[in-house]
């Protein structure tokens, strides 16, 4: 495993893979969990050059924000890597991301963009469309790998690539999840043990939305978000930032309960802001993620 640190660097090693047709790439901000892990794996197995990049992207951070507290460990996320049979890590500096006189970003606008988490974090998939345009653009890769736990990054992602004609084929793989449903997440670290017991809410939330998806259709959206509502009413450290069914490619709220659909949930558990979903897939079937035992 080689370990790179600038762009040219990247470069240069992706030159040397010219010919190869099968480079796979999957972004992060580091300080990898299970979640991270599993789209190693799916992209070692389908691909023959392997990149990750670690890289906490300033701009995708509000300026109150955890961008200083965000958790970090680089040398554990490289044991990891290497254990992964990954072949090149990409390890940018801020600086080398955003060089001075820096001033040209991607900016997604609409409901994609705006509404539910990008209406609660104003700039942050324009941070995140940016960081990753600029990764793909270096990386220059085949195929690219996110997870569905940020079901609308992966969206606006996805729009990002078709809206720029980017040649590379985008996989959006399940939440990986602890054996008790909640999601996994490198902010999970922050949870104290209390905090801990009371984020399964936002799961129970989800199965209890998915419940009233599949009794209450003719009650329409209304009923899920009811539903979901009121398990976090009911646990005393959750504070519900939102809960709403949105349509999985647009993000424009649902009229009616019908496929596809994606149930969304935000909770503040203490200081910590947690998120989660259930996807309903076009075909009728749920992608609920998949629990570690
Ligand atoms: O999902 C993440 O970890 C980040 O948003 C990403 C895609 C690496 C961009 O910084």
Same mark, same amino acid.
């Given at each position: 495993?080689?370990?790179?640190?600038?762009?040219?660097?990247?470069?240069?090693?992706?030159? @040397?893979?010219?010919?190869?047709?099968?480079?796979?790439?999957?972004?992060?901000?580091?300080?990898?969990?299970?979640? +991270?892990?599993?789209?190693?794996? +799916?992209?070692? @197995?389908?691909?023959?050059?392997?990149?990750?990049?670690?890289?906490?992207?300033?701009?995708?951070?509000?300026? +109150? &924000?955890?961008? &200083?507290?965000?958790?970090?460990?680089?040398?554990?996320?490289?044991?990891?890597?290497? @254990?992964?049979?990954?072949?090149?890590?990409?390890?940018? /500096?801020?600086? &080398?991301?955003?060089?001075?006189?820096?001033?040209?970003?991607?900016?997604?606008?609409?409901?994609?963009?705006?509404?539910?988490?990008?209406?609660?974090?104003?700039?942050?998939?324009?941070?995140?469309? /940016?960081?990753?345009?600029?990764?793909?653009?270096?990386?220059?890769? +085949?195929?690219? *790998?996110?997870?569905?736990?940020?079901?609308?990054?992966?969206?606006?992602?996805?729009?990002?690539?078709?809206?720029?004609?980017?040649?590379?084929?985008?996989?959006?793989?399940?939440? #990986?999840?602890?054996?008790?449903? =909640?999601?996994?997440?490198?902010?999970?670290? *922050?949870?104290?043990?209390?905090?801990? #017991?009371?984020?399964?809410?936002?799961?129970?939330?989800?199965?209890?939305?998915?419940?009233?998806?599949?009794?209450?259709?003719?009650?329409?959206?209304?009923?899920? #978000?009811?539903?979901?509502?009121?398990?976090?009413?009911?646990?005393?450290?959750?504070?519900?930032?939102?809960?709403?069914?949105?349509?999985?490619?647009?993000?424009?709220?649902?009229?009616?309960?019908?496929?596809?659909?994606?149930?969304?949930?935000?909770?503040?558990?203490?200081?910590?802001?947690?998120?989660?979903?259930?996807? =309903?897939?076009?075909?009728?079937?749920?992608?609920?993620?998949?629990?570690?035992?």
């Amino acid at each position: 495993m080689r370990v790179v640190t600038t762009v040219q660097q990247m470069r240069d090693t992706r030159t @040397a893979w010219a010919k190869s047709n099968q480079v796979g790439f999957v972004p992060t901000m580091g300080y990898l969990h299970e979640g +991270h892990l599993s789209l190693v794996r +799916h992209a070692r @197995a389908e691909n023959e050059l392997l990149v990750v990049s670690i890289f906490v992207n300033p701009t995708q951070f509000a300026p +109150h &924000e955890d961008l &200083e507290l965000y958790p970090r460990d680089v040398p554990r996320d490289l044991q990891l890597l290497e @254990a992964a049979g990954v072949d090149i890590v990409f390890i940018p /500096t801020p600086d &080398e991301i955003y060089p001075p006189g820096f001033v040209t970003y991607v900016d997604p606008t609409g409901p994609l963009a705006e509404q539910a988490e990008g209406a609660r974090r104003p700039g942050h998939f324009r941070g995140v469309a /940016t960081v990753v345009l600029k990764l793909f653009q270096v990386v220059q890769p +085949h195929q690219a *790998y996110f997870g569905q736990k940020d079901a609308q990054q992966a969206a606006v992602i996805s729009r990002m690539i078709a809206d720029f004609h980017l040649p590379l084929r985008l996989h959006v793989l399940p939440i #990986i999840r602890e054996a008790d449903g =909640l999601a996994m997440s490198s902010r999970n670290v *922050y949870l104290g043990s209390e905090e801990r #017991i009371a984020a399964t809410t936002l799961y129970r939330a989800l199965q209890a939305g998915r419940l009233a998806f599949e009794t209450r259709r003719a009650d329409g959206p209304l009923a899920v #978000i009811k539903a979901m509502t009121a398990v976090v009413a009911s646990e005393p450290h959750a504070v519900l930032d939102y809960a709403e069914v949105r349509n999985p490619n647009s993000f424009l709220p649902l009229e009616s309960l019908h496929a596809p659909a994606v149930l969304l949930i935000a909770v503040r558990i203490g200081s910590v802001r947690l998120i989660d979903n259930f996807l =309903l897939r076009a075909d009728g079937s749920w992608d609920v993620g998949i629990a570690v035992t």
